[in-house]
């Protein structure tokens, strides 16, 4: 019963955890809109446009690999840690 | 179905200061760091002036490339940063891709990553400290006002935290991902294959035909563009970072 609870509050915190990932996608979503608008103003930018999107992108996707890692360690290190607490 | 997802094996353990854990990742990079040095070695052999081999066309190509991607970031007068950002880049990036040949890859544990943004942070402290003093280094906390020192302290210490977990998870992720697509393809295999009848949908239904082709796309994503891209940023970071430390003081 006990490690069934576990393994439960487990893997409903994983799953919540991956909430995190809507985040960064409207985030991601919206500075790519916004660098293809930029783009079509001026074509001559290109280069430059396109490497502080990426480098934006990757830091705005900081908070969503949070929620990622949690939700790995919740799913393949906690339980072991929990269960071995019982 | 058996899907299994684990960190970097421990071969051996060396009895030295408490036992070292020799793991995958430790033998792979250094196998990575031979074999970078060894090419290092390799091209910059008899370079000429005039007349120059295909070789050291290649080489040349590459510094240059190394030169412009810092002189564009950080400005001319950090040019002795070349060498440690080239680095960087050539290491995160062979490890990444190690994958590909099946082994273990150095930047799916959390331990490479760790390593080299902490050798950042000692090197974006060392370039605060050496731009505005000990005391100015210890004076920039307390900027704009007092009350946010403890803030501030949090932000200094999130750094590398964030930075090593930003490659870590994007590598870790293609890798969780591909492993969960080889096994659905496995699982859809099976399911289609077994509607025929018999020993010959059995037989048809353990040979994976699906998984042919179709993870090729994602290792395209997951292992190509993620392992450059994250070389790319991480170098990027680096640079902005310690560029910003000098600014700042």
């Known amino acids: 019963m006990e490690r069934a609870l576990v ?23 919206y500075a ?55 | 179905m058996e899907i299994s997802i684990n960190g970097a094996p421990v071969y051996f353990t060396l009895d ?19 074999l970078l040095t060894g090419l290092c070695i390799w091209m910059t052999r008899d370079l000429k002036v005039a ?3 295909k070789k050291q066309a290649v080489a040349e190509f590459l510094v240059t490339t190394a030169e412009n991607f810092v002189n564009n970031n950080m400005g001319p007068k950090w040019s002795r940063y070349i060498p440690f950002i080239a680095a960087l880049f050539a290491l995160s990036l062979c490890s ?29 402290t060392g370039t605060k ?6 005391g100015g280094y210890l004076k920039g906390f307390t900027k704009p006002i007092f009350i946010l020192t403890p803030f ?27 492993t969960l697509v080889y096994a659905a393809l496995a699982t859809a295999n099976r399911a289609l294959f077994g509607l025929l009848p018999g020993l010959v949908g059995d037989l048809l239904g353990e040979i994976p035909f699906l998984s042919v082709g179709v993870p090729a796309v994602l290792s395209l994503y ?13 170098c990027m970071l680096t640079m902005m970072y310690i560029a910003t430390a000098a600014e700042d003081g």
């Open chain 2, 129 to 134: 400290i050496r731009s505005g003093g000990v």
């Open chain 1, 7 to 29: 393994l439960m509050g487990c893997a409903i915190g994983a799953g919540l955890a991956l909430i995190a990932g809507i985040g960064p996608g409207i985030g991601e979503g």
């Open chain 2, 51 to 53: 007349g120059i081999s």
């Open chain 2, 152 to 178: 501030n302290i949090i932000s200094e210490l999130a750094t590398p935290i964030s930075m090593a977990f930003r490659h870590f998870g994007n590598i870790i992720s293609g890798t969780v991902i591909s």
């Open chain 2, 222 to 234: 997951f292992d190509w563009f993620s392992s450059f891209m994250q070389a790319f940023i991480f």
């Open chain 2, 96 to 124: 990444s891709l190690s994958s590909l040949l099946g082994l273990f890859a150095p930047t799916a544990d959390l331990s490479t990553e760790l390593a080299w943004a902490i050798v950042v942070f000692i090197m974006i």
């Open chain 1, 32 to 86: 790519v809109g916004k660098s293809c608008e930029a783009i079509a103003r001026q074509p001559e930018a290109k280069g430059d446009v396109t490497s502080t999107m990426l480098l934006g992108c990757a830091i705005a996707e900081t908070t969503g690999i949070y929620g990622f890692v949690t939700g790995l360690l919740l799913l393949f290190v906690a339980p072991g840690i929990f269960l071995g607490m019982l």
């Open chain 2, 16 to 34: 030295v200061f408490g036992g070292i854990p020799i793991s995958a990742t430790l033998v792979v990079t250094w196998a990575i760091m031979l």
